[in-house]
């Protein structure tokens, strides 16, 4: 982990009426780079197998600059480029797991947030002592898989986006379906509607919604769409559909913008709140954008099976805004609101507190 006097001895050193706001060509980079450009700053697009021809249709959305690498391990050799350049970094899912956790750990350039929230995030043990000591519902996990008494999601350690995740009702089902040597986890599968609540915490911003420091923000809620789980029904029933060897999977195609009802925005928020303050116990606190994908039963009853503390791609659906933003900034995306961030601290002198 790169320590934090080094980023803040970098960050005294830059130019902060020239900050250049950097991310991957990919995920929500077009959110981030429209974001920034409304707010007047300068934009780097980092590419390494990424296609750029694309940002010529979006002129409002297009980086001023593209920075084509190698591979994704010389955006740790280029440190010295990007701290030239005053650049702060915006990682977002898939600039995270292409250039690799440990290796984002080390990167030297200023990021935005707290890279301390990796080792909590990327460790699906961590992660479940993180919320449930903060007093949020998971789905239950299973461990035997002999006696499986109802409906578990089988997950792969390291599967992308779902992939080769699969239910089973019982043993059989699950013998049916095990993929033998790769480490697995088994979890309840939660029947409910998924929601993906997309938060941000500021530590700068002390009017709203307390928590921590600062103050929690809802900007959008999203839904999946999965393929081909969500379309499966269609076919018939699972056991049928195996005969033929079509199993369901969870790999995400787009993302479809919902709004909750609004009685259930109280435990949303309360969950926020007690995930940002445990956060802030455990590690100091994580910064910005967080989504809490999470299924409401019909109890009403949210169950999290997992955090994202950075932006996530369902907040794409959003980027003039969301029924939510538009009660807080109107017109404002979670990729603006970084940017917003980014000004407000650099106006206040306390750029520190938001990068790491
Ligand atoms: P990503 O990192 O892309 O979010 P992942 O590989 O970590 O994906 P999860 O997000 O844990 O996988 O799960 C993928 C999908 O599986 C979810 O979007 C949801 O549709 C479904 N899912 C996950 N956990 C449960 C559960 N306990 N019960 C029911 N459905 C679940």
């Known amino acids: 982990m790169v320590p934090d006097r080094r980023i803040d001895g970098i960050l005294e050193d830059y130019d902060k009426d020239e900050l250049v706001i950097a991310t991957l060509c990919s ?63 915006i990682p977002h899912g898939s600039f995270v797991e292409y250039l690799g956790p440990k290796k984002f750990e080390r990167m030297d350039v200023p990021s935005f947030g707290n890279r301390k929230v990796l080792a909590w995030e990327s460790d699906r043990d961590k992660e479940r002592e993180w919320l449930t000591s903060a007093g949020v519902s998971m789905p239950e996990i299973v461990n035997d898989a002999e006696h499986i008494d109802r409906p578990v999601l089988v997950k792969y350690h390291g599967a992308k986006g779902g992939r080769g995740f699969f239910i089973a009702k019982d043993h059989n089902d699950f013998k049916l379906g095990i993929e033998h040597n790769v480490p697995y986890t088994m979890q309840e599968y939660v029947l409910g509607t998924r929601y993906y609540l997309h938060f941000f915490y500021s530590p700068i911003v002390k009017e709203g919604y307390h928590a921590g420091d600062g103050t929690i923000e809802m900007l959008s809620i999203d839904r999946r769409d999965e393929s081909n789980i969500d379309e499966m029904y269609k076919l018939g029933a699972q056991e049928e559909l195996k005969k033929h060897q079509l199993y369901p999977s969870f790999v995400v195609t787009g993302n479809v913008p919902v709004v909750i009802r609004e009685s259930l925005l109280p435990k949303a928020f309360e969950m926020a709140e007690r995930i940002v303050n445990r956060s802030i116990e455990l590690f100091g606190g994580m910064v910005g954008p967080f989504c809490l994908e ?53 106006d206040m002198d306390a750029l520190d507190l938001i990068l790491s």
Do not use: C, W
Not at 44 to 63: C, E, S, W
Not at 317 to 326: A, M, T, V
């Open 27 to 89: 995920h929500s980079s077009l959110q981030i780079f429209h974001g920034a450009k409304k707010l007047g700053f300068r934009t780097m697009g980092i590419t390494v197998t990424q296609d750029t021809k694309h940002y010529d249709a979006f002129p409002l959305a297009r980086p001023d600059e593209f920075v084509q690498l190698s591979s994704y391990d010389e955006m740790l050799d280029k440190a010295d480029f990007f701290v030239e350049n005053n650049v702060i970094i």
């Open 294 to 346: 999470s299924i409401v039963t019909d109890k009403l009853e949210f169950k999290v099976f997992e955090i994202s503390s950075r932006i996530v791609a369902g907040t794409n659906p959003f980027i003039n805004g969301s029924p939510y933003s538009e009660m807080i900034h109107p017109g404002m995306s979670t990729g603006m609101r970084i940017a917003k961030e980014i000004q407000m601290a650099r």
